[in-house]
């Protein structure tokens, strides 16, 4: 199957700055990628939908000036935790389709201390 | 808001036994896929499904889709300690736009 890659796997950072996180399809072009948060023992919460040459598109509540979403080419968007405080710390997951099936990253778990 | 929910939320088990995981919405979904996920990974797409009363078989897994395209179950037979993790269903509600909400999760635990 198509491989979505994220990076880091892992980051550690102080509060208040600010933190990048890569999801890259490596075999196939993505018009759409979606980012998601998990939070230990709790299921998948949709953040954004990344769109290719326009801006995101957030769910209800998640704050679009904390959570910047980039998606400037069909091989990578981009996810930005600015300003990240403790109760950021969480385990951040990306997805791309090809065809009708979802390919997930391997996630980005960030501790924010 | 749409909603998933799955019963049971935790499940512990002996190997060789079976069980069934249930994911209840009151949305209509275009198709509805289940997940395993292991810790500290992603989600690995077990199966995907469109049609209303389709049944989908994958080796010791039964996954079937309500005749109102509402809700979904997962059956394992002879549960393996392979078997362990988190399964998760999704759903879209938009044909073609693959945004898919998960379900709570069910965490399952099969003991040797």
């Known amino acids: 199957g198509a491989v979505v890659s994220q990076h880091p796997s892992w980051v550690i950072c102080k509060s208040g700055t600010s933190v990048k996180i890569e999801c890259r399809s490596l075999d196939f072009q993505a018009t759409t990628m979606f980012w998601y948060r998990q939070f230990p023992k709790q299921s998948l919460m949709l953040m954004a939908t990344?769109?290719?040459?326009?801006?995101?598109?957030?769910e209800q509540g998640v704050e679009k000036d904390k959570f910047l979403i980039n998606h400037a080419s069909l091989t990578l968007s981009t996810l930005t935790v600015t300003s990240a405080h403790p109760e950021d710390s969480s385990f951040y997951i990306c997805?791309?389709?090809?065809?009708?099936?979802?390919?997930f990253g391997q996630g980005t778990r960030l501790t924010v201390v | 808001t749409q909603l998933l929910e799955q019963s049971p939320q935790f499940l512990s088990i002996q190997e060789g036994e079976n069980l069934t995981v249930y994911c209840n919405s009151s949305s209509v979904f275009s198709s509805l896929q289940w997940y395993r996920q292991e810790p500290g990974e992603g989600p690995v797409l077990l199966v995907t499904?469109?049609?209303?009363?389709e049944v989908k078989k994958l080796k010791r897994l039964t996954f079937q889709f309500g005749d109102a395209r509402k809700d979904s179950s997962l059956h394992i037979t002879a549960a393996q300690p392979g078997d362990t993790g988190l399964y998760l269903c999704?759903?879209?509600?938009?044909?073609?736009?693959?945004?898919?909400?998960f379900g709570t999760g069910t965490r399952l635990k099969v003991l040797a």
């Open positions: 997805s791309a389709t090809e065809h009708t099936e979802a390919f």
């Open positions: 999704a759903g879209s509600t938009l044909s073609g736009t693959y945004k898919y909400i």
């Open positions: 499904v469109v049609t209303g009363g």
């Open positions: 990344s769109n290719e040459g326009s801006k995101a598109t957030y």
